[in-house]
């Protein structure tokens, strides 16, 4: 793993997002490189959302800096800054449950740019082949056709990571992916999201609040405390960081 500045897919410089008198985020600096697994924990109302959402141009940053590939995306439109290769799986799921399986995939698809009119109608080989190779990563495909309001909640949070791949983005943002999944299914899940990293050389950047599993998972970890950045290391270096403990247990 490179931690070479040049390699940055995604680099926030001093971004900062005011709610009136509240500050939720407060001169944040992250970097995450390619090929990276990266975690963003931190303690209820620590600005970990907020911070995706001035990422992804949900919302604008008072101060700072957003760039993607060395690009400055800061003042982007969400649309545009997604079409640049930006992707984010959300914490709730966002499937259209009246239409199959890989209808939603195709869908997914138009965040790359495709006609979606076209597509749904007529879609291109390339695209089916990959709706059902993405399918099999997840042990999904044999629910191609299945009506996707059918399926169980932890196999609809597979087919919104998959979904969120259709684009092949450059980074993907995944808002709590363990979220209400049981713990039979973690441990795919963490193979999942590993098999994407490496097959599909996906840079992954994730809010969790599921310690074991960003712990495992993360190649690097950002730590945030009420809007700050209180600390950043490997999940080894995090669980032994004093400010770190002293967060999660409510001390300043
Ligand atoms: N739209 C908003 N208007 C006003 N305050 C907001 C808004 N969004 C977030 N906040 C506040 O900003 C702070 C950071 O919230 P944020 O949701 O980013 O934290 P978080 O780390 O994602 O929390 P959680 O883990 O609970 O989801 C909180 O105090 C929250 O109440």
Partial sequence: ???????????????????????????????????????????????KSTLFNCITGTLTADEGRVTLQGQDVTDWPEYKIARAGLGRMFQETRIFGGMSVRKNLLLAAQEGGADIGGLL??????????????LEYVDLGGLADTR??????????????VMALMAEPELLLMDEPAGGINPSMLENLIDYIRTANDEEEATIFLIEHNMDFVMEIADRIYVLAHGERIAAGTPEEIQNDQRVIDAYLGRE
């Fill in 148 to 161: 996707a309001g059918r399926l169980s909640f932890g196999q609809q949070k597979l087919i919104e990571f």
């Fill in 121 to 134: 109608r007529r879609p291109d080989d390339s695209l089916l082949e990959r709706t059902n190779e993405l």
């Fill in 1 to 47: 793993m490179t931690a070479n500045a040049a390699d940055a897919v995604l680099r926030t410089e001093g971004i900062t997002k005011r709610f009136g008198g509240l500050t939720a985020v407060d001169d944040v600096d992250v970097e995450v490189h390619e090929g990276e697994i990266v975690g963003l924990i931190g303690p209820n109302g620590a600005g």
